[in-house]
């Protein structure tokens, strides 16, 4: 059983693939075609390619593939191609939210998760600012990771998914368990799932900041541009 995850950045993500790891006993898999904004296309080494060709790709069966995958066509049919899909997860967060932990991106590491890693050189020294453009290119690519997926869900397009939120990952809460158990139950006994609530991968102090105008007016154009998705799960 292969799962994939994909993850939205800042929405607790790195907890949820440490513990997953523990549970199924294997490291994920991460097929970016590169750092930062790699993450849109995806890229099947070679290795993987000639043991799937020779029908030996069981010697390297992938329990868990990881990444900020976006559902584009390209994407999915390497993934459909080349591993035997049984459940999707998707994280989420509140958009909002989400955009305050850009901030803190930009402020701490001088580029957002989704940004070329060589923007870090571009940045002045390490004096923050929210009216920068690295983080508008972050929020209108994390919307549309969330447009994409939404989509497929309301189009009955994934059949076998989960949707799991930040909070229920960074509260360990029975929803979550839950959650967890129903994606795994006919793979590994109830029992043997077993939750290490010390893990917590990249969560970083709350930081609050002034959410810049512009960005807000983003969220709110994109929303109503893309009426026909229900994006209630992130406002």
Known sequence: ??????ASPGSASQTLRKNLEAILGSKSK??????GIGNLLLNIPLKEKILK???LDTITQTDLIYGHIFPTKHN???L???FEIKHTIISYRNIYDQLNNF???QKYNLRGPLNFPEDKYFSYKKRFYSDNYNIDLNLLLVLNFYKHWFYLIQKNKIKKFTLISFDEITSFNKQYKKKIYRILKNTIPEHKIKFNIKVNENLYKDEKFKLHSRHKKMIKDFVALNEKIDFSLIL
């Not at 059983?1 to 994909?6: D, G, K, P, R, V």
């Not at 991460?30 to 750092?35: E, L, V, W």
């Open 1 to 6: 059983m292969t799962i994939l995850f994909a």
């Open 30 to 35: 991460n097929f970016k075609s590169g750092a």
């Open 53 to 55: 060709k020779l029908k």
């Open 76 to 78: 999915m049919t390497l």
């Open 80 to 82: 459909d191609q080349y």
């Open 103 to 105: 901030y803190k991106w």
